[in-house]
Antibody, heavy 121, light 114 residues
Framework: EVQLVDSGGGLVQPGGSLRLSCAAS????????MSWVRQAPGKGLEWVAN????????YYVDSVKGRFTISRDNAKDSLYLQMNSLRADDTAVYYC??????????????WGQGTRVTVSS | DIVMTQSPDSLAVSLGERATIRCKSS????????????LAWYQQKPGQPPKLLIY???TRESGVPDRFSGSGSGTDFTLTISSLQAEDVAVYYC??????????FGQGTKVAIK
């Protein structure tokens, strides 16, 4: 059974940092693009970042470029999101998601349960 | 980025009746080389992550009840629930994966029981 377990969220002050993790199991992690998608309170879904199977390609939504870094450790079947210079509008539930499709054109067939990030003083 | 616009924002349907949600993209998501529409639909229940329902605009994910169907091509798409059940109360999102990077979602449509 495919499982994605998100962790690392919490309360952080503006300007602070957090590192989110996603532990994968039940599939060959190294064969899939992986993504982070977030959902602000009461709002819709927003793709944040993704990373190619071998980590050689990474993409970010404009609003997080230069502040967030996505990475993966295929030996540990884990995905990460390092978030720096956090702002109030980064407050959201962050989900890791597995991508499936054609090359970089993929939809998300499995999602983690989400981890909540609150940026507030 | 491709903008996805869903309508309506919310709807209330009687149990057993049909629910129809529309999704319009700001540009075509039909890829001419493979004649596929790069559009997916998700269901999100309160407190839960999204769940994939439909991909390639009309292919139902394994395990999804056949009362859920997707249709459309190019820029206009529809998700239909043929006979609404109580467990279908949720928010539904469309997503394009034609223009990448830059995966974008619709704003969501909330489905309730009338």
């Amino acid at each position: 059974e495919v499982q994605l377990v998100d962790s690392g969220g919490g309360l952080v002050q503006p300007g602070g940092s957090l590192r989110l993790s996603c532990a994968a199991s039940g599939f060959t992690f190294s064969s899939y693009w992986m993504s982070w998608v977030r959902q602000a309170p009461g709002k819709g879904l927003e793709w944040v970042a993704n990373i190619k199977q071998d980590g050689s390609e990474k993409y970010y939504v404009d609003s997080v470029k230069g502040r967030f870094t996505i990475s993966r450790d295929n030996a540990k079947d884990s995905l990460y999101l390092q978030m720096n210079s956090l702002r109030a509008d980064d407050t959201a539930v962050y989900y890791c998601a597995r991508g499936i499709g054609v090359v970089t054109s993929y939809y998300f067939d499995h999602w983690g349960q989400g981890t909540r990030v609150t940026v507030s003083s | 980025d491709i903008v996805m616009t869903q309508s309506p924002d919310s709807l209330a349907v009687s149990l057993g009746e049909r629910a129809t949600i529309r999704c319009k993209s700001s540009q075509s998501v039909l890829y001419s080389s493979d004649s596929k529409n790069y559009l997916a639909w998700y269901q999100q229940k309160p407190g839960q992550p999204p769940k994939l329902l439909i991909y390639w605009a009309s292919t139902r994910e394994s395990g999804v009840p056949d009362r859920f169907s997707g249709s459309g091509s190019g820029t206009d798409f529809t998700l239909t629930i043929s006979s609404l059940q109580a467990e279908d109360v949720a928010v539904y999102y469309c997503q394009q994966y034609y223009s990448t990077p830059g995966w974008t979602f619709g704003q969501g449509t909330k489905v309730a029981i009338k």
